[in-house]
């Protein structure tokens, strides 16, 4: 799930009791049906959908803006061939 679909999900969950009762009833078809997910992608992300719905709300949304980006301060990249 890219970080544009997390964000719109948060807003979703925020703002759209429907989309909230979808979640609950059938996550994958609510992640195709907002656009979220591709059919394929959506299964596999029923799972986690599943798992964030038995926490508490501010622990949804804790981890659905729990995104983890890549280091671009972090260490240069090492040549694969010494020199």
Known sequence: MNVQAIKKMRH?????????????????????RWDLASAEAAQDLAGTVRRLLDLS?????????????PDWHGAPPVAAVPQ
């Open 57 to 69: 709300s501010g622990e949804i949304l804790a981890s659905v803006l729990d995104v983890s980006l």
């Open 12 to 32: 979703l969950y925020q703002v759209d009791p429907e989309f909230r009762r979808a979640l609950q009833e059938d996550p994958a078809a609510a992640l195709v």
